[in-house]
């Protein structure tokens, strides 16, 4: 499969993607922020509001992995369940 970068930059910033629009059959209004493969984009393409749910859901994580130490369980499986479940929040869609 082969992507195309400019096509996608240029369906993005395109005016027709965020504008108020109406036809016969269906309605699209503009949106402030949209999620789009998991990553969550604004109108202005800001990141704060994907910056805000990976840190939320990174935080439950943690708590749960806070729960699970003090319950006495192994250091190993700690460090099991975080790069299982807590890393993999943390890096999905990150460079590098």
């Known amino acids: 499969m082969v992507i ?3 096509k996608i930059i240029k369906t ?3 005016p027709d993607l965020l504008t108020y629009s109406s036809t016969d059959e269906a309605c699209t209004e503009r949106v402030k922020c949209f999620k789009l493969l998991g990553i ?3 109108d202005d393409l800001n990141w704060q509001a994907h910056v805000d749910v990976i840190t939320s859901k990174s935080a ?6 806070r729960i699970l130490n003090k319950s006495g369980l192994n250091s190993l499986h700690l460090l099991h369940y ?4 807590t890393r993999l ?7 590098g």
């Open 82 to 85: 975080y790069l299982s479940v």
């Open 12 to 14: 993005l910033h395109s």
């Open 89 to 95: 929040v943390l890096e999905y869609c990150s460079v």
């Open 60 to 65: 439950t994580k943690l708590h749960f992995l």
């Open 40 to 42: 969550y984009l604004s």
């Open 4 to 6: 195309s970068m400019p």
